[in-house]
């Protein structure tokens, strides 16, 4: 399964997210789009239709068909869509109308095969184990307010922080902390953040903190940055291979960085070029095996991952591949022997560069005066930026 829970927004909160989705989704199938937890008199269906179409424009569907009833849901053959988009509303009536029509166990068997659904505020929060973390009031009596659960014992939250005055908020913040002791941990995303579960795989995607709150205490959190850069340096003329690849900003405890110097003269000209130390995973090897071995090999450094920062999809039109780097806080525990191949040393030269932030910026600002230099800063500076937020402490 992969589910895509949003805390709640849309528009430019929500472009990032909007990638991912559409770079899991089958384009040649319609979406399933369900309005229903809408409030007719808020909006009505042909209006959360037109806002569907305009959400998702920039993404390639043969149609978009939206239920009008509960009922109709029941009807519908879920093999034949490329994903279901759940929007938001009241949360009460939306688990009360699909649990009493029987869609509520359709959807639970589709997302317990290969389903792929994107819930936003109402629809992010059903998929938690309980729906009681919602603000929204009650007025259908709902009693049983168990949700789809498939965190295993973890509630969600919407539209976190987001609150119109901070009055609000603290209430908010209380009844979470109050909750969490009472009954289980708790999720609640802003509304800029989405819960990605692949599978397995729980990944928090977005640009602002997010916070849990379990036995009354509630800690901040980051989410992982995930962005696009295409090559604007060379011609696009076709992409035919991936590279996927483990990346780190290596700190040590005096707030130095260590990053790679680079002196090459290739088909993307000569550079002479900083990087972050990383490379190609190989075969057999998960991410994190993958960074301790390339930080051995390239600094010589033992070290210990504080966290992944997120993943950077971006182009080499000049040797046609597409990269897939994946960025980790990584904090010095010693320095030993490198390990750099022949190439690494014949042909790149790299050696080690131990450089305060400011130094690191500056570094990556100079060395703009060439194609390949411009397309490294582009994809590894707001990394680099995100790096230092949270060693500034606002994780």
């Not at 509303?89 to 029509?101: A, C, I």
């Not at 780190?248 to 260590?258: H, M, W």
């Not at 490379?279 to 991410?287: H, M, P, S």
Request: charged share 30%; with cysteine.
């Amino acid at each position: 399964m992969k589910l895509f829970l949003c805390g709640g927004g849309y528009g430019k909160q929500t472009e990032a997210i909007y990638q991912v989705f559409d770079a899991v989704i089958d384009h040649e199938k319609p979406l399933l789009y369900i309005p229903l937890a809408m409030p007719e008199e808020e909006h009505s269906l042909d209006e959360c239709y037109a806002w569907i179409k305009n959400e998702l424009a920039a993404i390639r569907f043969p149609s978009i068909d939206m239920v009008r009833s509960y009922e109709e849901i029941l009807e519908k053959d879920f093999s034949q869509y490329c994903a279901i988009f759940v929007g938001g509303g009241n949360t009460f009536s939306l688990l009360d109308g699909l649990k009493r029509s029987g869609a509520f166990a359709r959807i639970a068997e589709y997302i317990r095969g290969d389903g792929i659904v994107f819930g936003g505020s109402a629809g992010e929060i059903i998929f938690g184990k309980d729906i009681m973390t919602s603000s929204d009031p009650n007025h259908v009596g709902l009693t049983d307010t168990s949700g789809f659960d498939v965190l295993r014992g973890v509630s969600l939250g919407a539209h976190y922080t987001n609150a119109e005055t901070e009055e609000k908020h603290e209430r908010v913040t209380e009844f979470l902390a109050r909750y969490s002791i009472e009954h289980e941990k708790v999720i609640a995303l802003p509304e800029e953040d989405t819960l990605f579960l692949d599978g397995e795989e729980v990944q928090i995607i977005g640009d602002r903190p997010y916070y849990v709150f379990e036995n009354g205490n509630r800690q901040k959190m980051r989410p992982e940055i995930r962005y696009e850069r295409k090559d604007t340096e060379w011609p696009l003329e076709y992409i035919d291979h991936d590279r996927r690849i483990a990346r780190a900003i290596v700190f040590d405890d005096d707030g130095y960085f260590y990053f790679i110097r680079a002196v090459r003269d290739d088909l993307f000209g000569k550079a002479t070029m900083i990087e972050t130390p990383g490379g190609g995973v190989e075969a057999g090897e998960d991410l994190r095996t993958a960074i301790l071995r390339e930080l051995s090999e390239e600094l010589g450094a033992d070290v210990e991952i504080i966290c992944k920062i997120g993943l950077v999809s971006d182009y080499y039109n000049v040797i046609h591949r597409h990269n897939l780097s994946n960025y980790f806080l990584c904090k010095v525990r010693s320095f030993g022997e490198k390990h750099l191949m022949p190439d690494e040393i014949e042909e790149f030269h790299l050696s080690t560069l131990k450089l305060t932030y400011d130094e690191v910026v500056s570094e990556y600002e100079k060395r703009k005066e060439t194609p390949i230099g411009r397309l490294v800063a582009a994809r590894e500076l707001p990394v680099i930026r995100r790096a230092k937020e949270i060693l500034d402490g606002e994780r």
